[in-house]
Nanobody, 121 residues
Framework: VQLQAFGGGLVQAGNSLKLSCVLS????????MGWCRQAPGKQREMVAT???????NYADSVKGRFAISGPAAKKMVSLQMNSLKPEDTAVYYC????????????????WGQGTQVTVSS
């Protein structure tokens, strides 16, 4: 299973950027997909997630500015980032939580290699 992310880059504060991610490989099914980020010297944090049923969840720091979309059930996820701020600068990682085949229980978590987003002031 691989997660390939697209769309990182350098933008000025106040502008927009869109990240996309595709999961390749065979999985039984997707529970959720999402994005995390890690800024220099900081811990990795969840940015947004979307479940296979379309339920979304956002970090407080991005609510109202970022929008995640799927369909996660089809192994695709995008993150539209608007009104970007310098503090959004980070490496963004695509994530996936996948089902295990029965009779196994639980789920597996996968991470992409990351894409750099830099917001200049």
């Amino acid at each position: 299973v691989q997660l390939q992310a697209f769309g990182g880059g350098l933008v000025q504060a106040g502008n927009s950027l869109k990240l996309s991610c595709v999961l390749s490989g065979t999985v039984v099914g997707i529970n959720s997909m999402g994005w995390c980020r890690q800024a220099p010297g900081k811990q990795r944090e969840m940015v947004a997630t979307i479940s296979r049923t379309g339920e979304t969840n956002y970090a407080d720091s991005v609510k109202g500015r970022f929008a995640i979309s799927g369909p996660a059930a089809k192994k695709m996820v995008s993150l539209q980032m608007n009104s970007l701020k310098p503090e959004d600068t980070a490496v963004y990682y695509c994530t996936a939580d996948t089902m295990r085949p029965p009779p196994m229980v639980g789920s597996d978590n996968f991470w992409g290699q990351g894409t750099q987003v830099t917001v200049s002031s």
